[in-house]
């Protein structure tokens, strides 16, 4: 059903985009595009209870919202059912066109630890649920809220409620580092032959 509702207010909102176009033939066209996406950030503001600004990147939540309920399965790594870390690594390889590790202890030691009040969209969240080691991964999409593969499915929890702030670890930001990786590798030099 959801999909269905997706498809609609997607259809909707290229069908309203284009018609105002057609009815205002003196404003530019490259204005439908971000009307389009201004529709789709609403909907996935109202359906997903996350505020998305004018910066917000549309492919994580439609990424997000894609997985909604695939039920958790431990190792997982399909729609048949999926865990945290490769959730996560699925998430970075579609949204972000980066690899990243397959483990959360793994993944933690790839980032730049950023504070609970400095999280940006797409940055990492590592808990320690009753473990003296990392244990769990998600991906925060802003509000206080992170996209994670939860015990329940894959789901969108709060960084605010009880359990989740008891087991809070750390923030992580991969793409800073990826970025610093790149410009000092030496495959990145353009004189090749």
């Known amino acids: 059903m959801k999909k269905i509702i997706l498809a609609f207010a997607l259809s909707f909102s290229i069908f309203a985009a284009q018609a105002q ?9 490259e204005k439908a595009p971000d009307e389009q996406d201004g529709l789709v950030k609403d909907y996935f503001s109202q359906i997903m209870g996350v505020a998305l600004s004018t910066t917000s990147n ?17 190792g997982g790594d399909s729609r048949k059912g999926i865990d945290c870390s490769a959730f996560t690594k699925e998430l970075y390889s579609k949204v972000f066109n980066l690899t990243i590790k397959r483990n959360s202890r793994d993944i933690f030691s790839m980032v730049s630890p950023v504070a609970k009040d400095d999280l940006k969209e797409g940055d990492l969240v590592f808990f320690k649920i009753h473990s003296r080691s990392i244990s769990h991964v998600g991906i925060y999409l ?5 996209a994670h593969a939860s ?5 969108i929890s709060s960084l605010d409620g009880g359990y989740y702030s008891r087991y809070f670890y750390k923030g992580g930001r991969l793409l800073d580092v990826f970025k610093k990786e790149l410009e000092e590798s030496p495959d990145n030099s353009t004189d090749k032959q």
Request: zero cysteines; aromatic letters at 20%.
């Open 21 to 29: 176009t057609k009815s205002a033939p003196d404003q530019p066209a």
């Open 58 to 74: 549309v492919k994580l939540f439609q990424f997000v919202y894609d997985w909604i309920g695939t039920p958790y399965h431990f």
């Open 142 to 146: 802003g509000d206080n809220k992170f």
């Open 151 to 155: 015990s329940r499915g894959v789901a």
